[in-house]
């Protein structure tokens, strides 16, 4: 997944090409994966807005970080602060692992009919003293979306009746009519001796004439 950061606006942005606005991100419980994560700066061109940029030289770390809205007090949802640059020149950007699988997300979803959860996500620059921090985005909404296949579930049950295999399907003969299928033999009903009789082919290729055999 790529972040985009316009970091002379502080937001967001849908791609390196478009100033535009990204809206709420959207995540998923259980997810992991890697976050490609691009600064950007405003060139003032309208052709092309923005720039590939380097973290500034007061910085060597960056985290991406979330909380439930509902309660900023609890513990972070999830983080990713492991980043390594990737690239260089216009291809320079940092990825890091994101692990949506917490116990703290699964906590957002103990009532059976919760859905999605609401947090809010910030991109942070800091220095190894830590005496230097800049949140390049803040309180970006994010969408939770409960994780519906978890892994270890059952698979589900066949309905009743469960559909034959195709080498199980055998031709239907109607109740008390013409013909039937019996004993893996197709049979016509022989109404002067009331009852059913084989028919067969016999005979070399090109010489086949029909049989008729005993009910068996």
């Known amino acids: 997944m790529e972040l985009n950061v316009n970091q002379t606006a502080r937001t967001l942005v ?13 995540l998923h419980q259980g997810d992991r994966f890697t976050i490609s994560l691009w600064l950007l700066d405003e060139t003032g061109s309208a052709v092309t807005p923005l720039e590939v940029a380097a973290m500034d030289a007061d910085y060597t770390h960056i985290s991406v970080a979330a909380r439930a809205t509902a309660d900023l007090d ?35 979803f103990t009532s059976d009919t919760t859905k999605t959860a609401a947090a809010l996500l910030d991109i942070e620059l800091s220095n190894d003293a830590g ?25 589900p049950d066949d309905a009743d009746p ?41 005979g070399a290729a090109g010489a086949e004439t029909l049989a008729i055999g005993d009910e068996a």
Request: cysteine-free.
């Open 131 to 155: 005496d230097k921090r800049l949140t390049v985005v803040g309180q970006w909404p994010v969408t939770i979306q409960r994780d519906i296949y978890i892994g270890d579930e059952v698979a």
């Open 162 to 202: 469960a559909y034959p295999a195709a080498d199980a399907i055998a031709l239907k003969a109607p109740t008390d009519g013409g013909y039937r299928i019996h004993n893996n033999n197709f049979q016509l009903w022989n109404p002067t001796q009331g009852k059913y009789q084989t028919i067969y082919i016999t």
């Open 74 to 108: 609890e513990d972070l949802l999830f983080s990713a602060t492991a980043f390594a640059e990737v690239g260089e020149d216009d291809e320079l950007h940092y990825e890091a692992t994101l692990n949506l699988n917490t116990e703290q997300i699964a906590a957002l």
């Open 14 to 26: 849908v791609s390196r090409d478009s100033n535009s606005r990204l809206g709420t991100l959207t």
